[in-house]
């Protein structure tokens, strides 16, 4: 029987896969004070196939890039250790391993009002009875260190209530504070690779911090960093840049979401801005171009749409790799029709660990639970659901 397009094997560089089904990278939020935790060991070996890559939840570059509770960071050296044995089981079981690195930007759930209000009352009651180690526990649970804005290339906020937060105004980076961020986002790409992983991704979509700079319903710069589509995507392929000198080319990738306006994230002109940063990206000869599909224009809705990805492809000279809510048969399809070399799995591969196995033999697929998408809970709806062979 001819192997399915999804199960081909194809050679990234110098990494060789032995099929072309991604883990895409999935917040779950099952990590602890930032700190990835050992039930992580399970969740990620589970999901590993010989030859096969995973791309890591998105894990903060900085205390200034965390935005939401129970996501994990790589800027500290016990971030490093706790990553270690997660990779390990990964490449034990023959998988290649990349870190998404992230900084939310104004995406930072610190800053609502409620929630401020409970914090400093529950400051107040620690305070009087002097119960120190409570104060210190809730100071530390805050998105931002010391109870600093977000930081952005704007200093506009999102609208208040969207997705049940009153967000932060963020702080407008000024030209003196980007080399800082850029130098965030290197230090975390170093520590990737000394934890073990293959290389890095840098996570440049969903209205995050890098989105920000590139989409012009937000950036309302200018200065040489906002204005002009190329001043817009400046502090993006900067990073790229400061990511691959430390580590070379070759282990990096980047995810965009050119036709997403996720957190009031938009782009007046989203083909010309995809087109553009495929193209630049070229200069630096990155590995890979991940990209959320047109028809995705926010996180888990798919509609029609007019536009196509097929440019951004043609355009970018490395692996691409593209992700749509893809059921077997489209992503068959789009690897045979030459739109992308890679297709990354996101829900499907979350409530199915064994799902090229399950491609392979087109057997039936476990439906996913999105009401335990996000829970800390380190087993259910996270290494709870079942592989066709139990003994696995």
Known sequence: METIPLLRPYKMGNFQLNHRVVLAPLTRCRSFGSLPQPHAILYYSQRTSNGGLLISEATGISETAQGFPGTPGIWTKEQVEAWKPIVQAVHDKGGLFFCQIWHVGRVSTYGSFRYLLLVHAVIIVCL????????????????????????????????????????????????????????????????????????????????????????????????????????????????????????????????????????EAGDSDPEALGLFISESLNKYEILFLHSIEPRIPKVEDICETPYSSLPMRKAFKGTFISAGGYKKDDGNKMI?????????????????????????????????????????????????????????
């Open 336 to 392: 045979d029709e030459n739109h992308a070399e890679l297709i990354a799995y996101g829900r499907l591969f979350l409530a199915n660990p064994d799902l090229p196995k399950r491609f392979a033999i087109d057997a039936p697929l476990n439906k996913y639970i999105r009401d335990t998408f996000y829970i800390p809970d380190p087993v259910v709806g996270y290494t709870d659901y079942p592989f066709l062979d139990q003994s696995n």
């Open 128 to 263: 009087y009875f002097a119960i120190t180690e409570l104060f210190i526990f809730i100071l530390q649970s805050e998105s931002q260190p010391n109870g600093m804005a977000p930081i952005s290339c704007t200093d506009k906020g999102c609208t208040p209530g969207l997705d049940g937060y009153d967000w932060a105004i963020p702080h407008r980076l000024s030209v003196h504070e980007i080399p800082q961020v850029i130098d965030d986002y290197r230090i975390a790409a170093r520590n990737a690779i000394e934890a073990g992983f293959d290389g890095v991704e840098i996570h440049a979509a969903n209205g995050c911090l890098i989105d920000q700079f590139m989409k012009d319903q937000v950036n309302d710069r200018t200065d040489e960093y906002g204005g002009t589509l190329e001043k817009r995507c400046r502090f993006a392929l900067e990073v790229v840049k400061a990511v691959a000198d430390e580590i070379g080319s070759s282990k990096v990738g980047m995810r965009i979401s050119p036709f997403a306006d996720y957190m």
